[in-house]
C-alpha cells in the first residue's frame, strides 16, 4: 500500500512538473506573440442583436425588421455589436496514431503544446474555453469556462489522457460539437485527419460554428525511408505489417496514396470554407499560427 501511494505521488509530481513547463513556454508566446493576432483574428466572430433603429442610407437591406418595419409603416434595421465574450472550443484527436513522432516530439505533444497556446491567448481575451477529447467515440468533455485554474486543469488533463479506443471519428466529434454546444463558438480542431468522409458534416458545423482545422504531422509520414525489410505497427488496427521499403514500388505508392490523402483533405476545407493550417512535429509553428491569424483578421 505504501508503494502504492508513493508511486501516484511521483506520477502526480512528474505531470504537475510537465504542465507547469507546458505553461511557462506557452503562457510566454501567448503574451509576447499572439495576444493582439488572436484578438483581431477572432474578435468580431460573434455578434449580438443590440437595438433596433430607423433605417439610415448605406445600411444593410439584410438587417431590416420587417416586424417593426410594418408597425410604423417606415424602415427599421436590426443593430447588432461585437460579443465580448467569445467561446473558444478544442476538438482534440486523442486517437492512437497521435502517439508518433520522428522529430524530437510526438504529435500529441504538438497537441498539447497547441491547445495550451490557444487556451491561453483565450483566456487573455476574457474569452470561455472548453475541450472534446475524441477517438472513434467521445472521450471526454470539458464545459467551457474562464481562468487559468481551469486552463491548467486542460493541459494536465491532455497530458495524462489515456485514450481507452484506438480509431479516429471526426465525424462524430463535430456532430458531437453541433449538438452540444448551442451558443456559436471559434472551434479549433486539432488532429492529423487521418480520417475521411467527415466533409458533409464538416460543412454544417462550419455553419453553426467558426471551425479552423489544424492538421498535426509529421514529415516522414509522407514518405517512406529506404531500409531495407521492417515490420510496422498500425496503432489504430492494433496489427503488424511487414513492408520492404527497399522496393521502388512500395515507396511510391505510399507517396502517392499519403498526396492524394492530402489532396483530399485541402479540398474538402475549401469546400466548406474552413481555415486550417498543418503543423509538424519538432518545427516552429509560430510563423504558421501568426500568419493564420493575419490571414482571418483581414476578413
Known amino acids: 500500500m505504501v508503494e502504492m501511494e508513493t508511486t501516484s505521488t511521483t506520477n502526480t509530481s512528474q505531470i504537475l512538473?510537465?504542465?507547469?513547463?507546458?505553461?511557462?513556454?506557452?503562457?510566454?508566446?501567448?503574451?509576447?506573440?499572439?495576444?493582439?493576432?488572436?484578438?483581431?483574428?477572432?474578435?468580431?466572430?460573434?455578434?449580438?442583436?443590440?437595438?433596433?433603429?430607423?433605417?439610415?442610407?448605406g445600411d444593410d437591406i439584410r438587417n431590416i425588421d420587417w416586424n417593426v418595419t410594418a408597425r410604423f409603416n417606415k424602415p427599421f434595421i436590426?443593430?447588432?455589436?461585437?460579443?465580448?465574450?467569445?467561446?473558444?472550443?478544442?476538438?482534440i484527436d486523442?486517437?492512437?496514431?497521435?502517439?508518433?513522432?520522428?522529430n524530437r516530439q510526438m504529435k500529441a505533444e504538438l497537441i498539447t503544446e497547441l491547445a495550451a497556446v490557444l487556451s491561453f491567448s483565450a483566456i487573455q481575451n476574457n474569452d470561455k474555453v472548453g475541450v472534446i477529447f475524441f477517438s472513434d467515440t467521445i472521450e471526454k468533455f470539458i464545459v467551457p469556462k474562464k481562468g487559468k485554474k481551469h486552463i491548467l486543469r486542460i493541459i494536465r488533463e491532455l497530458i495524462?489522457?489515456?485514450?481507452?479506443?484506438?480509431?479516429?471519428?471526426?465525424?462524430?466529434?463535430?456532430?458531437?460539437?453541433?449538438?452540444?454546444?448551442?451558443?456559436?463558438?471559434?472551434?479549433?480542431?486539432?488532429?492529423?485527419?487521418?480520417?475521411?468522409?467527415?466533409?458533409?458534416?464538416?460543412?454544417?458545423?462550419?455553419?453553426?460554428?467558426?471551425?479552423?482545422?489544424?492538421?498535426?504531422?509529421d514529415r516522414r509520414e509522407?514518405?517512406?525511408p529506404d531500409?531495407?525489410?521492417?515490420?510496422?505497427?498500425?496503432?489504430?488496427?492494433?496489427?503488424?505489417?511487414w513492408v520492404d521499403t527497399g522496393n521502388n514500388a512500395t515507396r511510391e505508392a505510399y507517396r502517392k496514396w499519403r498526396l492524394q490523402h492530402q489532396a483530399m483533405l485541402s479540398d474538402n476545407f475549401i469546400r466548406t470554407g474552413v481555415d486550417n493550417?498543418?503543423?509538424?512535429?519538432?518545427?516552429?509553428?509560430?510563423k504558421t499560427l501568426k500568419?493564420?491569424?493575419?490571414k482571418r483578421s483581414k476578413f
Open 78 to 91: 436590426k443593430v447588432f455589436e461585437e460579443e465580448r465574450e467569445l467561446t473558444v472550443m478544442l476538438l
Open 17 to 57: 512538473k510537465k504542465v507547469r513547463k507546458i505553461e511557462i513556454k506557452t503562457r510566454g508566446l501567448s503574451n509576447q506573440i499572439f495576444a493582439g493576432e488572436y484578438h483581431s483574428a477572432f474578435k468580431g466572430r460573434g455578434m449580438s442583436f443590440a437595438e433596433v433603429r430607423e433605417y439610415q442610407y
Open 277 to 286: 493550417a498543418i503543423l509538424y512535429t519538432g518545427e516552429d509553428y509560430v
Open 227 to 241: 531500409i531495407g525489410l521492417v515490420k510496422l505497427y498500425d496503432p489504430e488496427q492494433k496489427t503488424f505489417q
Open 160 to 217: 495524462d489522457f489515456k485514450s481507452s479506443q484506438t480509431g479516429t471519428d471526426i465525424a462524430l466529434a463535430l456532430k458531437y460539437l453541433t449538438n452540444s454546444i448551442k451558443k456559436r463558438s471559434t472551434t479549433f480542431v486539432l488532429s492529423d485527419f487521418l480520417d475521411s468522409g467527415f466533409e458533409k458534416t464538416l460543412r454544417i458545423a462550419n455553419n453553426k460554428h467558426d471551425i479552423i482545422a489544424l492538421q498535426i504531422a
Open 94 to 102: 486523442v486517437s492512437r496514431s497521435e502517439v508518433f513522432g520522428t
Open 222 to 224: 509522407f514518405e517512406l
Open 291 to 294: 500568419s493564420l491569424f493575419k
